[in-house]
T-cell receptor
Framework: AQSVTQPDIHITVSEGASLELRCNYSYGATPYLFWYVQSPGQGLQLLLKYFSGDTLVQGIKGFEAEFKRSQSSFNLRKPSVHWSDAAEYFCAVGVRGNKLVFGAGTILRVKS | DAGITQSPRHKVTETGTPVTLRCHQTENHRYMYWYRQDPGHGLRLIHYSYGVKDTDKGEVSDGYSVSRSKTEDFLLTLESATSSQTSVYFC?????????????FGNGTRLTVT
């Protein structure tokens, strides 16, 4: 069955430092992969998506993600984190029926 | 925002009472979804709809029912609320009918069952 694993429940980084959030997926077919961000009390906002082609995808707010089929991974990165990036981040895989299966999320804290 | 309104935004109810949450969209999108969000579980799909009167179950559908009589409205009903249904409920919509289409989310309804 399809699943998404985000190994890190919490991550703390200093403002200005680089960030990498990990995501591993399990899906039998070609994966469609997404990263969403959720600020406190808000809904989820789409950061970026991967369908096919270039394995490095760019998103909003300076985020990027790299698809690695051999590792079944889709890690999210940002070269320099800002305090406003503090939020919860969700990785998801698109499955048949136009549904999304989500990981458990990673809470990002930013130290000033 | 994607033109999604969830109501109410907050609700406290007692065990055993029925509860209906509403999702209203102004985008005329075909697909609508109800997810629940719980710590450690991320978002899990309760029910979804691929058109008026066309609905199907998700992975955590027990204790929930849905109805979609108009394109713009998708209702989620807890027939007899239990404490395990205390959660944040999100509605989502999607315009396209193929795998990989992004979902756009409402701001959620926080439900507490006492």
């Amino acid at each position: 069955a399809q699943s998404v694993t985000q190994p890190d429940i919490h991550i703390t980084v200093s403002e200005g430092a680089s960030l990498e959030l990990r995501c591993n997926y399990s899906y039998g077919a070609t994966p469609y992969l997404f990263w969403y961000v959720q600020s406190p009390g808000q809904g989820l906002q789409l950061l970026l998506k991967y369908f096919s082609g270039d394995t490095l995808v760019q998103g909003i707010k300076g985020f990027e993600a790299e698809f690695k089929r051999s590792q079944s991974s889709f890690n999210l990165r940002k070269p320099s984190v800002h305090w406003s990036d503090a939020a919860e981040y969700f990785c998801a895989v698109g499955v048949r029926g136009n549904k999304l299966v989500f990981g458990a999320g990673t809470i990002l804290r930013v130290k000033s | 925002d994607a033109g999604i309104t969830q109501s109410p935004r907050h609700k406290v109810t007692e065990t055993g009472t029925p509860v209906t949450l509403r999702c209203h969209q102004t985008e005329n999108h075909r697909y609508m979804y109800w997810y629940r969000q719980d710590p450690g579980h991320g978002l899990r799909l309760i029910h979804y709809s691929y058109g008026v009167k066309d609905t199907d179950k998700g992975e955590v559908s027990d204790g929930y029912s849905v109805s979609r009589s108009k394109t713009e409205d998708f209702l989620l009903t807890l027939e007899s609320a239990t404490s395990s249904q205390t959660s944040v409920y999100f509605c989502a919509i999607s315009a396209r009918d193929r795998v990989g289409s992004p979902l756009h989310f409402g701001n959620g309804t926080r439900l507490t069952v006492t």
